[in-house]
């Protein structure tokens, strides 16, 4: 049996393919992601707690070049070598002590007086027109703008934030050269615009991601200064298409189940409930790869070492197993222990940021607009193959 990842009809309905993988074929070799390819929620979530399984030293799609191509990619494959995740368990263990520190509750609590004031302006923007197109309009201005502030890069530096991490995506996805060229072009830019910012951090730290990394004074960031400039890059990457995916998604879940969104107006206290809800339903990050350190078993399969996993949390996320009819959207489910963030070792460091910045939003949406509607049906997809897909747009009138 074999299953294709890249068919065009998977980007529209990518759970119709795990269902089958899940019910026939759980643990299943994939000659096009050169992988073992999880599905069943049990055995990815014994995969992240999987000790003999790290995040492969990987530069993404990269690797997958011709060795006389690969060399017009060096500066990308440099950088991307150095994100923390990827390059090594001491230098993973610095990036989230120093990143820990950081995403206290306390700093979340100072960061929600921002997110409201820039949710508020770019609906006031919208708001003379009496509707928005909520992914260009909202979702990732607002958490662009986020993430820029949490890096600390100065107000003036932050409008192609977006872009870039658009861009970035191709090293993770599959990717022609010219979209390669264009994420390493994007890559230096990100790259020059930190530099200055790292730099000034070093002698004068403030409260911001920067500072974290720049001021450490031993371990990866202090012993390799090119790895706070590679990992602002990782930081923009998780922090920003992801939230801004869980908004527009989110929020085109609601406008598509009206019961939904009625109760939901009824009880907006079951707003973080909602959210747990479409991050099961939809996620953000649709699937992980691992690799073996030592032979193990997995899915009741022996493995041996140096074998690659890919964790489909996406998959995991609707294993009827785990969650009562699955497809089913429901705003009130409980418990909802989804893996949308990840789990074990690697688990999501911005998870309560992101909660936090789609309650804000959406919350304020829903109070400001309440007569909220699809301005046009159904909606687009830009797909992100294998598995992947992110609204292209959403709009709305108020
Ligand atoms: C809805 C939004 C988000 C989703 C769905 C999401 C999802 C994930 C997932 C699944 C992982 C684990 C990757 C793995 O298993 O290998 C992860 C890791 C990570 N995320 Fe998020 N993320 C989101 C928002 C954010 C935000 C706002 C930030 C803040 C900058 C962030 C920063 C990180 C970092 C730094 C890691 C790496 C953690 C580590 O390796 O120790 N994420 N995220």
New binding site residues.
């Given amino acids: 049996m074999t299953y294709d990842f890249f068919a065009p009809e998977v980007v529209g309905d990518p759970h119709s393919l795990l269902r089958r993988l899940r019910t026939e074929n759980p643990v299943y070799w994939s000659p096009q992601l050169h992988g073992w390819v999880l599905t069943r929620y049990a055995d990815v979530l014994a995969a ?1 707690r999987e000790a003999r399984l790290a ?1 492969p030293p990987t530069t993404g799609w990269l690797d997958r070049l011709p060795e006389e191509v690969k060399q017009q990619f060096q500066p990308a494959r440099a950088s991307l070598r150095l994100w ?2 990827l390059c090594g368990e001491q230098e ?1 263990l610095d ?2 002590a120093a ?1 820990k520190k950081f ?1 206290t509750p306390s700093t979340l609590e100072r960061l929600r007086p921002g997110v409201q004031r820039l949710t508020d302006e770019l609906i006031d923007a919208a708001w003379e027109g009496g509707g928005l197109e909520v992914v260009e309009g909202l979702a990732r201005p607002l ?1 662009a703008r986020v ?1 820029g502030e ?1 890096l600390g890069l100065p107000t003036e530096t932050r409008e192609p934030l977006s872009r870039w991490a658009a861009d970035l995506r191709c090293f993770f996805q599959s990717a022609d050269l010219e979209e390669l060229h264009r994420g390493q072009r994007s890559l230096l830019e990100l790259q020059e615009c930190v530099r200055p910012v790292i730099a000034a951090r070093r002698h004068e730290p403030r409260e911001d ?1 920067i500072s974290a990394l720049a001021s450490r004074t031993e371990g990866f960031f202090a012993q390799e200064p090119e790895a706070v400039v590679a990992n602002c890059a ?2 923009l990457f ?3 298409e ?2 801004s ?2 908004i527009s998604s989110g929020l085109r879940l609601l406008l598509s189940h009206p019961e939904q969104l009625a109760l939901l107006r009824d009880k907006p206290e079951l707003m973080p409930s909602a959210i747990e809800e479409m ?1 099961r339903y939809e ?3 649709d699937a ?1 790869a ?1 690799y073996s350190t030592a032979p193990l078993e997995l899915g009741g399969h022996q493995f041996d070492a140096g074998q690659l996993f890919v ?1 489909v ?1 996406k998959a995991a996320n609707h294993d009827p197993e785990v969650f009562a009819q699955p497809e089913r959207f429901d705003i009130t489910r409980q418990p909802n222990r989804h ?13 309560a ?2 909660r936090l ?2 309650q804000v939003c959406l919350r304020t949406l829903l109070r400001r607009a309440p007569r909220l509607r699809p301005a046009s049906e159904p909606p687009e997809w830009t797909p992100l193959p294998p598995l992947g897909r992110r609204l292209r747009s959403l709009p709305v009138t108020f």
Avoid: W
């Fill in positions: 992240t995040a923390a995740g993973h990036f989230q990143l995403f958490t993430i949490l991601l990782l930081l998780a922090g920003h992801t939230t995916h869980l991050l996620g953000a990050s992980m691992r964790l949390y893996l949308a963030f990840g789990m074990g070792s690697y688990y999501c460091l911005g998870a940021l992101a910045e789609a």
